[in-house]
């Protein structure tokens, strides 16, 4: 009796710990206020405060003890294009963040999000009239990916699993400029391409809609998705797929090089490219159940062999 009481009283003292791996509102909530407060300024490509919001993503990558992956430890630094509204074309320092979940396996799923966004409005893309000096604070647009990909990267290395595929972690810089992040990534991999599974890619998942669920694009990128989509469910948020690979945001550039996609996405809104994207109209539980929707995604993933690429046009 004695015996089968401790073990009750073990059982009841490490649930709670492994429910706390999960996702958590409150660790989006607290990544998301963090990149999108106004004293970020937007985290315009080539800013100090782009620069921050890279070290924001390096500290927690390296609190999560992943191994830098970059070509400057973490950082994958690389010369960005920015257009401005009224000032002549300027070149910009940028860079990629990159961590790495090495499980001593052949292949590796690539994880990513993207963390710049369109500064004070000078970058030439604000849908705001007037804008120009005027934060943007994105906190959709790409805040609620990066609270995302840092969740995730808490998830898988607090598990206590080893999974049979490993998993790089990469925050892209300069997405708002024409993906430049992730193309100069798959330009110059820091894991050979052919070693890539696939890539997940994480872009505005932070506004859903329980009319419409939340978009998974890439599902024609590969023969295997249908199966490894089977069972995949959650109780409050609901999803809907899209079989096209090529568009919208960093899963593109993977694409182009012959890589199986997936791209999380809860859809545009009227503060999309405007100075009201902020952290108070964000929807963290349900965020928090669409990356509960990605992990059964990669853990069914992790099952299956080595993914078949397969153009959708």
Same mark, same amino acid.
């Given at each position: 009796m004695q015996r089968a009481g401790f073990l009750f009283v073990l059982f009841l003292l490490l649930t709670p710990s492994l429910h706390a791996q999960r996702p958590d509102p409150a660790n989006l909530k607290k990544h998301v206020a963090f990149l999108s407060a106004d004293k970020m300024k937007g985290r315009g490509t080539g800013s100090k405060t782009n620069r921050k919001a890279?070290?924001?993503?390096?500290?927690?990558?390296?609190?999560y003890r992943l191994k830098p992956l970059g070509t400057d430890g973490y950082y994958q630094s690389f010369t960005a294009k920015v257009r401005r509204v009224v000032v002549p074309d300027s070149?910009?320092?940028?860079?990629? $963040?990159?961590?790495?979940?090495?499980?001593?396996?052949?292949?590796?799923?690539?994880?990513?999000a993207h963390y710049d966004h369109l500064g004070e409005g000078r970058q030439g893309s604000s849908l705001a009239p007037g804008s120009e000096g005027v934060i943007h604070n994105g906190a959709d647009d790409n805040a609620s990916g990066t609270a995302g990909l840092l969740e995730l990267a808490r998830y898988f290395t607090s598990n206590g699993e080893?999974?049979?595929y490993n998993l790089l972690f990469i925050a892209f810089g300069a997405e708002e400029l024409g993906l430049l992040g992730?193309?100069?990534? $798959?330009?110059?991999?820091? $894991?050979p391409l052919e070693k890539i599974d696939f890539m997940l890619n994480m872009d505005?998942?932070?506004?859903?809609?329980?009319?419409?669920?939340?978009? $998974?694009?890439?599902?024609?990128?590969?023969g295997s998705w249908p199966e490894i989509f089977t069972g995949v469910k959650h109780a409050k948020v609901k999803y809907y797929t899209g079989d096209d690979g090529s568009g919208g945001s960093d899963n593109a550039s993977f694409y182009s090089k012959n890589i199986p996609v997936l791209f999380f996405h809860t859809g545009g809104h009227d503060d999309y490219h405007r100075p009201t994207d902020d952290m108070e109209k964000i929807d963290y539980e349900a965020e928090a159940g669409i990356l509960d929707i990605e992990i059964q995604v990669l853990e069914r993933a992790f099952t299956f062999p080595k993914l078949v690429f397969k153009p959708t046009k």
């Open positions: 890279a070290a924001y993503v390096k500290r927690h990558f390296k609190k070149l910009r320092p940028a860079r990629n $963040v990159i961590g790495f979940l090495d499980n001593g396996a052949e292949h590796t799923i690539v994880i990513g080893k999974e049979p992730s193309r100069h990534f $798959v330009d110059n991999p820091t $894991v505005m998942i932070g506004r859903y809609n329980p009319e419409s669920g939340v978009a $998974v694009i890439g599902y024609g990128t590969s």
